[in-house]
């Protein structure tokens, strides 16, 4: 019965629908005059959408916590938590991603393109593209190459990815920086 309540559920969450807006209030921090057409302004939009798709799915994994009388288990709601968040049913990822874009066309500076690729491996991981996670997380290594931030996030990036060989070299690169 539990299963059944939990297909239904997941049915529920996958099933294509109109992609709600966000309130008012909150669209207009998100809004393209003046903000967005600034590299920072970008970049806050495409942070505020990743944020609400977060939100989103937290919501939602309460609604079904709520209505679950078993109880999913850690690693249950940790895996559906990744399933919702890759399904993006209300769009708010595929909108950080353009957001993210934008501000891409407009990244001058090494430390705005580090922001940029920092914001873009987290889009990327829950939106479970992670071979995209790993490549953004190695763009970071590359503009930071002795930074400890962007060696952990490749290592991350390289775990989610099932990238055994680059796991092992950022894990050696950060044993390195321990000394």
């Known amino acids: 019965m539990a299963v059944c309540g939990l297909v239904g559920l997941l049915l529920c969450a996958f099933w294509p629908r109109q992609r709600a807006r966000p309130p008012a209030a909150v669209n207009l921090n998100l809004a393209p005059v003046p903000g967005s ?14 944020m609400m798709a977060r939100e989103a799915v937290l919501a939602k994994l309460e609604a079904i916590e709520a209505d679950d ?3 999913l288990g850690g690693a249950a709601t940790e895996l559906l938590r ?9 769009g708010y990822l595929r909108e ?7 501000a891409a066309a407009q990244a001058r500076t090494g430390q705005q393109k580090y922001r940029l690729a920092k914001l873009m491996v987290l889009i990327e ?4 593209n992670h071979g995209k996670e790993l490549r ?12 400890r931030t962007a ?10 990815s099932g990238q055994a060989r680059v796991r092992r070299s950022a894990a050696a690169a950060l044993r390195v920086r321990d000394d």
């Open 96 to 102: 950080a991603r353009a957001a993210a874009h934008g």
């Open 136 to 147: 953004e997380a190695q763009r970071l290594v590359a503009l930071r190459p002795y930074s």
């Open 125 to 128: 991981c829950d939106a479970g």
């Open 82 to 90: 990744r399933q919702l968040m890759a399904a993006d049913a209300d």
């Open 151 to 160: 060696l952990r996030i490749l290592l991350h990036a390289a775990t989610c």
């Open 69 to 71: 009388t078993g109880g």
């Open 37 to 50: 057409r600034t590299f920072d302004g970008a970049l806050r939009a495409a942070a505020a959408w990743r």
